[in-house]
């Protein structure tokens, strides 16, 4: 049974900006997703709107639905969405900069009340990511870039999510840093997590998930195999480059 189904969602801004049109994916228990896009494609507006959080960003779900776990969400408050089991890594560096890197992890983990639960998160984050560990006690702005969207992950993880989203985590960084990466969101999903990934870098997210979509000005133009995808001569042509 498919964890987390998208099925002909529209998303508009206001009356005049339709973000998503018709958009139908679906994230199998265990997968690891990738969704592909430029910029402006609508990927930020669909992991929204599986955040929960549309409204504050001034768009709203005009039709279709999204199901999780066979429970629609489709107009659920972003902690409720939260509560079953959605966690969103935000993009890139946006964490508690003036907080310490412990401090930042603590905060994930606020709804989880169970404490070996807790400790089970915080023990794989410290796995996952030593730094984050050997620099707990540092301001989480003196780290680098590359750390921050670990912490970004991390702080995500804490928070014991079914199914994990990732937005761009390889925006801005090095192509060393980007491996890095791809290999923890490998890492990540052999511990069970489900993950939706959402990203420009088409090389990245095809090197770590199953399957993909691709969005095109709001709709999903192309979907696949990651394996199909990487040989498809649009993709290779938009989105991979060709030598
Ligand atoms: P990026 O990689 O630049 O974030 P994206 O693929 O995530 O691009 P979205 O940010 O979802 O794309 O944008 C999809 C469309 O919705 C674009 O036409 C964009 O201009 C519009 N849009 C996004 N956010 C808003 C907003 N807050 N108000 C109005 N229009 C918006």
Redesign the pocket.
């Known amino acids: 049974m498919p964890t987390l189904t998208v099925r002909e969602l529209q998303v508009s801004?206001?009356r005049a900006?339709t973000?998503l049109r018709n958009v139908s994916l679906e994230v199998p228990a265990g997968a690891v997703v990738a969704v592909l896009?430029?910029?402006?494609?609508?990927?930020?507006?669909?992991l929204r709107a599986i955040s929960g959080v549309l409204a504050e960003?001034?768009?709203a779900a005009d039709r279709g639905e999204i199901v999780f776990d066979g429970r629609p969400i489709t107009r659920r408050s972003a902690a409720a969405i939260v509560a079953v089991g959605i966690v969103q890594a935000p993009e890139g560096r946006r964490i508690f900069e003036r907080l310490t890197v412990g401090e930042n992890l603590r905060i994930g983990s606020f709804g989880v009340h169970d404490a070996a639960a807790n400790r089970r998160a915080r023990r794989f984050v410290c796995e996952l990511f030593p730094i984050l560990h050997d620099r707990r006690d540092e301001r989480a702005g003196l780290l680098s870039g590359g750390q921050q969207q670990m912490l970004a992950i991390g702080r995500a993880l804490m928070a014991d999510p079914r199914l994990l989203l990732l937005d761009?985590p390889s925006l801005g960084l090095a192509p060393q840093v980007v491996g890095q990466i791809a290999q923890v969101i490998t890492e990540i999903n052999a511990r069970g997590t489900t993950i939706l990934v959402v990203e420009?870098n088409a090389a990245m997210a095809l090197s770590v998930a199953a399957h993909a979509f691709v969005?095109t000005t709001?709709e999903v133009s192309l979907s696949g195999p990651a394996g199909v995808l990487a040989a498809d001569d649009t993709v290779r042509d938009l989105y991979l480059g060709r030598d």
């Open positions: 801004y206001g900006i973000a896009g430029s910029n402006g494609a609508g990927k930020t507006t669909l960003h001034g768009a761009e420009q969005l709001g």
